[in-house]
């Protein structure tokens, strides 16, 4: 496997390598893109077919990770199973994803509940063909090419693309992170409001800064914490 420096100098492959190379690592590192429609797929899970469209009407955190009987992947599938109650108190559904067989997946989700005693209780893509990983970036030249890395999808009850977050290989992601930013997502779509640094429910949002001079001078009067014009905060 050629390492970052090899995909930058155009080394690995012999004559002409380094155009393959980058032509690979444009192919595996396509991302798809926030607030537009996330990529359709179909694929075979743990709990039987499943497609974007089964989806319509609820958010989704489609996650991936790299292997199948990995110690740091075991910690954040219970993690994820752990908070499955409260995500889908959001209206959240959960759907795993990694490149290992359907087989593998299921001795994987029993093996996880005989010795830590957790269910896994939200389906897992096995993603052979890496389709579903290619179109969503999850694969990453410069940690594997075959292997996804620790990547983190949130998506709207319309398929749209909410969120993304992306993690490397050796460590592993805040679960808590994701009930707050799903939450917060939540908040902004229904108030119109944007939320500030580790913003939590029950704290102040921000108010979105006024359009025009005129409404910056109203702004002080209108009842909301204003340090300057283009910073007021309010309750909800």
Not at 123 to 131: G, K, Q, R, V
Request: proline share 6%.
């Amino acid at each position: 496997m050629a390492n970052e420096t090899e995909f930058e100098n155009g080394h690995g492959e012999g004559h002409g390598g380094g155009r393959r190379l980058r032509e690979r690592a444009r192919e595996c590192a396509s991302l798809p893109r926030i607030n537009e429609p996330a990529p359709d797929f179909r694929a075979l899970t743990t709990h039987g077919e499943r497609s974007l469209s089964d989806y319509r009407g609820k958010w989704l955190i489609l996650f991936s990770h790299p292997a199948d009987f990995t110690p740091v992947c075991t910690t954040e599938f219970m993690a994820f199973a752990k908070a499955q109650d409260r995500f889908a108190a959001l209206n959240t559904e959960l759907l795993g994803l990694s490149i290992d067989s359907h087989y593998a997946h299921i001795a994987w989700v029993r093996s996880i509940k005989q010795n830590f005693g957790v269910e896994i209780g939200f389906p897992i893509i096995a993603d052979l063909s890496m389709d579903v990983a290619r179109a969503y970036g999850m694969i990453q030249p410069g940690a594997s090419d075959t292997a996804a890395v620790r990547a983190t999808f949130i998506i709207d009850p319309e398929g749209v693309m909410r969120a993304m977050v992306y993690y490397p290989m050796s460590n592993g992601r805040s679960i808590e992170e994701f009930v707050r930013l799903v939450t917060a997502l939540q908040t902004s779509d229904a108030n119109k409001v944007a939320t500030p640094e580790n913003w939590q429910p029950g704290e102040k949002v921000i108010v979105p800064p006024p359009a025009t001079d005129a409404l910056a001078e109203q702004r002080f009067s209108e009842g909301y914490e204003t340090v300057d014009w283009y910073f007021s905060t309010r309750d909800l």
